[in-house]
């Protein structure tokens, strides 16, 4: 295996921010993960795992060994009463694995299709879309500890998921390798079509039987229509969390502002929408430098050629002050931040 200095990061990014990794490695098998474990260890330097990059800022050079988790393989390892478990490496490719599973008539994955980025990183935020989040089909978690190769498995409950959220952003964070996921799914069809836009979809197109497949398109297509493919403007998707409000926070708040879209949990809480909050506050289609806020969405940020992470940061850090000054809520940004100088 091959190991790289002051590698360049921006084609490792979906924001295209350039930054270099002191080191580089690309680890296609446990024997490669175990050598830049042990490359990183001799030689005193951290570790940052990085899948994708959908879902990161560099906001400088990255002083560590960057290992790029790309374990292949997908495989069934137990069938029972109409549920199938499916083994997949961290390193496939979310939407692929998606893919996959609706072919072999496995159901449960088909509202987070077209999210990007590989399965290793899927438990880090606890992906969702569409009503749909992973938790609901997660049964366990597999990880090197990067301090002693130990391997370690994690159930559901262990890995502490909620909203965007989950023990690897916390007590794990920068701990662990993800190098495989058990997901549970089924042969019977139970789609879930609650999410708004979704059942809006179904109710345009009444002559669509809304069997998972379908659902599958309908969530490309809306996803193609809406979102902007960060390969054109360079994004990492929702640059903020939609806040979760203790529920008289909220009353407050849609007492003021009747308009503001609000989402009910079922703990009690609310979830209310920062894209709402940060298009009252006038931010759509604003830019500075190199980089805004999309003229579409209000929650995307983009790098628009040569913007930097510094300058992504203090953009959000402006609406992120803004937000609070109007609403008294603050915004929570959902990308891990890499390359800050201590
Ligand atoms: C256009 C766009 C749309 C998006 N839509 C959604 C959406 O609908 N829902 C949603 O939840 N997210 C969405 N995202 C965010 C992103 O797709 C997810 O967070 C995805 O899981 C990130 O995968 P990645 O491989 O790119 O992770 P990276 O960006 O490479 O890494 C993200 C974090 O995970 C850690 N990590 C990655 N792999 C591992 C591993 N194997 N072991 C340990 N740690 C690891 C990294 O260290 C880093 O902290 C979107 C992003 C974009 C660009």
């Keep these: 295996m091959r190991f790289y200095h002051h590698k360049p990061m921006h084609p490792h990014n979906t924001l295209a921010l350039q930054a270099r990794a002191d080191a580089f490695a690309c680890v296609t098998n446990d024997d490669e993960l175990l050598e830049a474990l042990a490359w990183a260890r001799a030689k005193g330097v951290d570790v940052v795992v990085l899948g994708q990059g959908s879902n990161i800022v560099l906001a400088g050079d990255v002083q560590a060994l960057v290992v790029q988790q790309a374990m292949r393989g997908i495989e069934r390892l137990d069938a029972s009463n109409g549920d199938v478990i499916v083994r997949a490496a961290a390193g496939e490719n979310w939407h692929e694995l998606v893919q996959w599973t609706l072919q072999q008539g496995y159901y449960g994955l088909e509202n987070l299709a077209l999210i990007p980025g590989t399965v290793g990183a899927s438990p880090i935020q606890n992906i969702g879309a569409y009503g749909v989040e992973l938790q609901s089909v997660l049964l366990q978690v597999h990880a090197r500890q990067i301090a002693d190769d130990k391997l370690i498995a994690l159930d559901n409950a262990a890995c502490q998921f909620s909203y965007r959220d989950s023990l690897f952003k916390h007590q794990f964070k920068d701990q662990l390798v ?54 054109v403007e ?107 100088k201590p």
Excluded at 207 to 220: C, G, K, L, N, R
Excluded at 247 to 263: D, R, S
Excluded at 276 to 281: A, E, L, R, V
């Design 234 to 340: 360079p994004n990492a998707g929702s640059f903020f969390k939609n806040p979760v409000l203790a529920a008289e926070v909220a009353q407050l708040l849609l007492g003021k502002y009747p308009h503001l879209p609000c989402f009910p949990q079922v703990d009690g809480s609310v979830k209310v929408s920062a894209a709402w909050m940060i298009d009252q506050c006038g931010w759509k289609g604003y830019r500075t430098h190199d980089v805004g806020v999309h003229p579409q969405h209000a929650l995307v940020l983009v790098n628009y050629g040569s913007g930097s992470g510094a300058q992504l940061l203090a953009l959000s850090s402006e609406i992120v002050t803004s937000v609070y000054d109007a609403f008294g809520v603050a915004l929570e940004i959902e990308p891990r931040i890499y390359g800050l």
């Design 178 to 231: 993800i190098t495989a996921i058990d997901i549970q799914l089924s042969r019977r069809s139970n789609v879930n079509i609650s999410y708004p836009a979704l059942a809006d979809f179904f109710n345009e197109h009444p002559h669509i039987e809304p069997t998972p497949q379908a659902v599958f398109d309908a969530v490309v297509s809306i996803r193609r229509s809406k979102l902007p493919d960060p390969a």
